[in-house]
T-cell receptor, first 113, second 108 residues
Framework: DSGVTQTPKHLITATGQRVTLRCSPR?????VYWYQQSLDQGLQFLIQ???????AKGNILERFSAQQFPDLHSELNLSSLELGDSALYFC????????????FGPGTRLTVL | LAKTTQPISMDSYEGQEVNITCSHN???????ITWYQQFPSQGPRFIIQ???TKVTNEVASLFIPADRKSSTLSLPRVSLSDTAVYYC?????????FGTGTSLTVIP
């Protein structure tokens, strides 16, 4: 157990809908990262937050957004969902951001029908 | 953009040493290489990290040659429980690039 929690574990929705994925980092970790894992694209970095502020952006679509709250938990919002958005979404955390070891949560499996 | 490639799969017998290579280009001298292990339906789990020469911990070694065009994860004496997918992660600046993943199967 990495100490990172993600909810829900599974999510099934329809095209065009909007969903919110939630992540609670390890106690004391200020940085949160979001990744998408799919069969065709592999593991891709989406976005990083540090202490409530966006620090880095990767291959995140404009339909996706994230935020980190004062209690340091983070949410990833996915809107206007398409079939191709079906994937595993992982959250990771570490104390200070940068190149330090990232601790990954168990992921949320999103299925768009 | 750091493009990282790995062999798709490898097989090894129990007790053997396994070396998995990650090829990457255009990485700077202070870019970090991290290796993760992933089991089905679980998040990646940290194995080892370094940015130059050789790093060793209680489970693995990481070798990064001077040209920094590749890195090698070495797993000594693998067991059946090491059957998993292994990913390298290149951290360059504030961007993170995972490799394509290597599926390791350990055979009794």
């Amino acid at each position: 157990d990495s100490g990172v929690t993600q909810t829900p574990k599974h999510l099934i929705t329809a095209t065009g809908q909007r969903v919110t994925l939630r992540c609670s980092p390890r106690s004391g970790d200020l940085s949160v990262y979001w990744y998408q894992q799919s069969l065709d694209q592999g593991l891709q970095f989406l976005i990083q937050y540090y202490n409530g502020e966006e620090r880095a952006k990767g291959n995140i679509l404009e339909r996706f957004s994230a935020q980190q709250f004062p209690d340091l938990h983070s949410e990833l919002n996915l809107s206007s969902l398409e079939l191709g958005d079906s994937a595993l979404y992982f959250c990771a955390s570490n104390p200070s951001g940068g190149a330090g070891t990232q601790y990954f949560g168990p992921g949320t499996r999103l299925t768009v029908l | 953009l750091a493009k990282t490639t790995q062999p798709i799969s490898m097989d090894s017998y129990e007790g053997q040493e396994v070396n998995i290579t990650c090829s990457h280009n255009n990485i700077a001298t202070n870019d970090y290489i991290t290796w993760y292990q992933q089991f089905p339906s679980q998040g990646p789990r940290f194995i080892i990290q370094g940015y130059k020469t050789k790093v060793t911990n209680e489970v693995a070694s990481l070798f990064i040659p001077a040209d920094r065009k590749s890195s090698t994860l070495s797993l000594p004496r693998v067991s059946l429980s090491d059957t998993a997918v292994y990913y390298c992660l290149v951290t360059t600046g504030n961007q993170f690039y995972f490799g394509t993943g290597t599926s390791l199967t350990v055979i009794p």
